[in-house]
């Protein structure tokens, strides 16, 4: 009788929330004008045959408004539409994502073969159909071709073979790979990888571009423009090709399935948005999204304008705060009629996490920097209350490294492993390992009979690396450890990095996401505390050095996660990875938990929810004015 009555139950709820759209869909009134005057399709006829129905945060919003954007990490809500999706943040659990570019999939073969479905009618903002020609298009023509991409992508490679693509039909797609890669369907809700751009490119436009479609004569102006020869249509391309999901699309009429396209560059850091006409999402009650008609974003690289800007009024929404200045933003919230909101980073753990480079040409270095011990008196020297209360202003949680809050892989020790400030311990720890003789001024004598030295380099990734390193400095010459910082440009600490020749760095740590799971704790990425291990996993053993058993069984460890398409499985592997890193402290962590200033406009509603400050709002589409 139960079974009954609850499917009656549910073929009514889906009776009703079918029959709101009966009557056809809702639009904006800067659309109905259009669509009178002919100038557009019916809404019904914009639309894919099955929009993705979204469920607002607060309320069904009003069309209408501009909104008033500045700085890079807001325009990710805007600019970042993924294959597929899951809220707030993406998941590790494939039972949590849902349908969008791609409405269905299915997971074949063990995890070898992956079977997707795009959303039937969808077009692009210029009203071209989406079909897996984009697909094909993408794989064939941008990553198989060497005058577009040198590189293949590695998350569409498994055990050094490429991805096949198989085109079903104009809507069905198969990926396989010679082995089970059962990570790969998240990745396609996550930062970056999750971008539809990775696997849909808009091919009826960027054919006119591409030398297998277009001849000499067509390639020849746009050539001219860029100042570019025959033999360079590939760097042509490149630059018409938006291959990065936040570069504020390059061109006027570059054809999305985003929200908001561009139709307006009034100047180098001005960049004008406009609803997307053909935006495949509406509201529970039939509204075609996005509410908002209109963004404009400026590009703001000084804090003191962006507060200026923030005080005033001018800005709608704003991440890109300094957390010293949440007095100020509190005492001008009447007059720039905002409300200042303390948001948590989801995506980070430790603001400031230092990792040595263990595979550094110096055997002095690594016969110290290897043994853990010597790793664990570091961590017991950092006094992160300290750091808490004068960097953090006490909002803070002193911690390991150890994913990011909320992570299903984190047991609670791992957070407590060596984090007590303990110099007298890690005095005596220094002193077990043969630290135990010092020099005239004090510091510890390494094997070599010279003062073990370490010399931090970075760059500014975050505002707040620079007096954090000051006092880890401070904290290790305090137990006699020579202790040296730098901060150097960008360009050259990746190059130095790349060279194995770095011997510590900082960095903000990124929590574990799809795309890049676990980069910190196991060396597979550009940022790592082991180059040339990275290289030896990367090339299968042709290159770099092999790695000492410990850091195999990482290797391991995160091929099995990446291979799994079992949840369950895939959290045990996870937290094998970060116990390792618990006992071994391959990085050290200090204060996580960091909240972020957020500015919103009094009448700014369907923001907050679910927000990650990190890497910006999420599901703009739903923003609205009241």
């Known amino acids: 009788m139960f079974k009954r009555t609850h499917k009656i139950f549910l073929s009514c709820f889906i009776f009703v929330l079918m029959s709101a759209f009966v009557f056809g869909y809702n639009e904006a009134p800067m659309f109905k004008e259009r669509v009178a005057k002919g100038e557009l399709p019916s809404v019904e006829e914009r639309l894919p045959d099955s929009p993705k129905v979204i469920k607002v945060r607060e309320k069904i919003g009003k069309y209408g408004g501009t909104l008033n954007l500045s700085k890079g990490n807001e325009m990710r809500a805007l600019l970042v539409e993924y294959a597929l999706e899951s809220y707030p943040n993406p998941v590790f659990d494939e039972k949590l994502v849902e349908g969008n570019i791609i409405r269905s999939w299915k997971v074949l073969d063990e995890g070898r073969k992956f079977r997707f479905t795009l959303r039937e009618g969808l077009k692009w903002s210029d009203g071209y159909p989406v079909t897996t020609e984009d697909v094909r298009f993408t794989f064939e023509d941008i990553y198989s071709n060497k005058n577009v991409q040198q590189i293949y992508p590695s998350w569409l490679m498994n055990s050094g073979k490429r991805a096949n693509l198989n085109i079903v039909d104009d809507y069905t797609f198969e990926i396989s790979f010679v082995n089970p890669y059962g990570l790969f369907l998240l990745q396609l809700q996550s930062i970056a990888r999750g971008s539809y751009h990775m696997l849909i490119n808009p091919s009826h436009y960027l054919k006119q571009f591409h030398a297998s479609y277009a001849t000499e004569e067509e390639l020849e102006p746009f050539l001219e423009k860029e100042k570019l020869t025959q ?115 989801k995506s980070i753990n430790t603001n400031a996490c230092y990792f040595p480079n263990l595979t550094l040409e110096d055997e002095v270095w690594r016969e110290v920097m290897r043994n853990p011990k010597f790793r664990h008196a570091l961590s017991l020297a950092i006094d992160r209350d300290e750091i808490n209360e004068l960097v953090y202003y006490g909002f803070g949680n002193p911690t390991q490294a150890s994913d990011a809050p909320g992570s299903p892989f984190v047991e609670p020790w791992y957070r407590d492993s060596y984090v007590e400030y303990n110099p007298e311990k890690a005095n005596e720890i220094l002193d077990s390992i043969g630290l135990d003789k010092r020099d005239n001024d004090g510091w510890r004598i390494g094997p070599d009979g010279n003062a073990f030295t370490i010399n931090i380099e970075f760059f500014e990734v975050n505002e707040n690396l620079v007096p954090a390193t000051e006092l880890v400095v401070s904290y290790w010459q305090a137990i006699g450890i020579k202790t040296n910082m730098k901060v150097i440009d960008g360009g050259l600490w990746y190059q130095r990095q790349g060279a194995n020749t770095t011997t510590m760095s900082v960095w903000h740590e990124d929590a574990s996401r799809p795309g890049s799971p676990f980069f910190f704790y196991v060396p597979y990425e550009n940022i790592n505390w082991g180059p040339d291990w990275r290289a030896w996993f990367n090339s299968e053993g042709t290159e770099g050095e092999e790695p000492p058993l410990e850091v195999k069984k990482l290797f391991k460890l995160y091929e099995d996660f990446l291979a799994t398409i079992s949840n369950e499985e895939r959290i045990e592997l996870g937290k094998e990875i970060l116990k390792s890193q618990a006992e071994n402290l391959w990085v050290i962590g200090t204060v996580n938990n960091i909240p972020i200033p957020v500015i919103v406009k009094k009448n700014l509603k369907n923001v907050v929810g679910g927000m990650d400050p990190q890497w910006g709002p999420s599901m703009a589409e739903q923003y609205y004015f009241e």
């Open 231 to 345: 033999d360079r249509w590939g760097e042509l391309f490149t630059r018409k090709w938006q291959s990065t999901p936040w570069n504020q699309r390059k061109d006027v009429g570059y054809p999305v399935l985003d929200p908001f396209v561009v139709v307006e560059k009034p100047s180098d850091n001005v960049v004008i948005f406009e609803r997307n006409p053909y935006y495949h999402k509406v509201d529970e009650e039939g509204n075609q999204l996005p509410y908002i008609d209109r963004v404009r974003y400026e590009e703001i690289n000084n804090q003191e304008m962006m507060n200026m800007k923030i005080m005033s009024g001018e800005l709608d929404f704003t991440i890109n705060t300094a957390l010293g200045d949440l007095a100020l933003y509190k005492e001008n919230e009447d007059n720039g009629n905002y409300n200042t909101l303390l948001v948590p980073i």
